[in-house]
């Protein structure tokens, strides 16, 4: 038997309000963190060592906990401009302030209501529905209190809340350690490749490493720089097959799983995987399971990897090496992704990358065999990768699924959790419980 829910607008649960002003000419080198809209993302607030935080001294942050109060334990923030929708649980004894107008403040949420399934409310398709529909016609997109007073709210009783919320931040729990394993693995294979490609003190024949080892370098006039004796100057098309992607004719577009799977450009992007939205019946040009795919449309460079056979569009390239050094590759491609970054950070933007241009991006290409021996030093820790990465790709669909499904009722933990269930199995495979 469903549990009965009982509807409330959010203006009804808690207090929806702002901040005090802050003026610029209040800041300070260091001290309380001074949070803006961009530093609140994926369920956290920047880093104290991050170089664009802003501070306010100790003395200003201790005058408005007096007079106006400051964030505490369980409220919640979500950004009301720019990237809408970002959310924040404020975690126990955290000391920060916030900027009034960007991000707007959830505080006294009332006993019935646990404040974790409020947040995992507000990243619900009930929620983004009712801000979508408040927006339209808006000239500027932004977020209201008046707006998010008026939102309604589905409520099951307490206990209910608390186990619905249990479940999807043990989901939620497992993402996060994956993707942290993921960045370290990222980062100690970036560091081979540095060692090597970069600063050349890959292996000698003794095992040493070769630069600092004195060994011989010589002047290449195309790259500008020196590279190893024996290695060559080339470009991107001599270590990769490539492929430019063509879209397919619109009306060929599907979403309900006809024909192949279809990805545009980076907007399909995830962290290491595409996400499936679109299939085609049409398809012009095809990438393979474990190419890489990049992002030859602004923004210029952004990597992926296909996890399926595809067809891609004009937004993006396949690549494949032709030395069987994916790994080698994968990191190539990110030197240039910085190079674009650059530029753009610089003012120059790249709107996009030709075929000509790609095919042309000048490489060192270094002896195969040199690039089959890093290969085997570091394909274990790339194939992990995309292991974890698949995993977490599981995990954020089971999540999405499950989210709308015990927030409006239609489903029970008891359902979810059964072993008849599609959901409760691959819950107890992933989150090992």
């Known amino acids: 038997m469903m549990e009965e829910l009982k509807k409330y607008k959010l203006g009804e649960i ?11 000419k209040e800041y300070v080198d260091g001290g309380i963190p001074f949070i803006r809209g961009q530093e609140i993302s994926d ?14 001294s100790p003395e200003r942050y201790e005058e408005l906990k007096k007079n106006y109060g400051v964030p505490k334990k369980n409220d919640i923030l979500i950004t009301a401009v720019g990237t809408i929708g970002n959310t924040y649980l404020v975690e126990d004894n955290k000391k920060f302030y916030f900027k009034d107008g960007n991000i707007i403040w959830f505080k006294n949420i009332k006993k019935e209501v646990y404040p974790l399934y409020l947040l995992f409310f507000m990243k619900s398709p009930f929620f983004n529905q009712q801000i979508e529909y408040s927006l339209i016609g808006a000239v500027q997109k932004a977020l209201t209190i008046v707006m998010l007073s008026k939102i309604e709210i589905s409520l099951p009783s307490l206990a209910t809340q608390r186990k619905i919320a249990t479940v999807l931040s043990n989901i939620d729990r497992k993402i996060s350690v994956n993707r942290e394993i993921n960045r370290n693995l990222e980062e100690l294979a970036k560091q081979i490749y540095d060692y090597w490609f970069v600063q ?19 002047w290449d006039e195309l790259l500008k720089r020196e590279i190893p004796a ?33 990805y545009q450009g980076s907007t399909d992007f995830g ?41 891609i569009g004009r937004g993006l390239a396949a690549l494949k090496s032709k030395v069987a050094s994916m790994v080698h590759l994968w990191f ?17 933007t790249f709107g996009a990358i030709t075929k000509d241009e790609l095919f042309s991006l000048p490489v060192v290409v270094p002896p195969k065999e040199l690039l089959l021996m890093f290969n085997k030093k570091t394909l274990s820790i790339f194939n992990n990768q995309l292991s974890i990465g698949a995993e977490i790709d599981k995990l954020t669909s089971l999540r999405n699924t499950l989210l709308p499904l015990l927030m409006n009722g239609q489903v029970t933990l008891n359902s979810c959790f059964s072993e008849q269930s599609i959901s409760g199995k691959r819950l107890q495979n992933l989150l090992q419980i």
């Not at 808690?14 to 610029?24: A, G, H, L």
């Not at 369920?43 to 306010?56: D, R």
């Open 14 to 24: 808690c207090k929806i309000t702002s901040s005090k002003r802050i003026f610029e």
């Open 332 to 348: 190539t491609m990110e030197v240039f992704k910085q190079r674009f970054e650059g530029k753009n950070l610089s003012g120059t």
């Open 200 to 218: 050349f003190d890959f292996p000698n024949e003794d095992g040493k490493p070769y630069k600092s080892s004195g060994g011989k370098m010589v």
């Open 43 to 56: 369920g956290s607030i920047a880093n104290p060592s991050s170089e664009f935080l802003c501070y306010i």
């Open 271 to 311: 962290i290491r995987f595409p996400t499936i939205r679109v299939y085609t019946t049409s398809p012009k040009r095809f990438a393979k399971k474990g190419d890489i795919l990049m992002s030859v449309r602004a923004p210029v460079g952004i990597l992926n990897i296909a996890n399926h056979d595809c067809c």
């Open 230 to 262: 024996g290695w060559e100057a080339g470009i991107l098309s001599d270590i990769a097959y490539i492929t430019m992607g063509q879209s397919p004719d619109g009306s060929s577009y599907n979403e309900t799983g006809v024909g192949i799977i279809f």
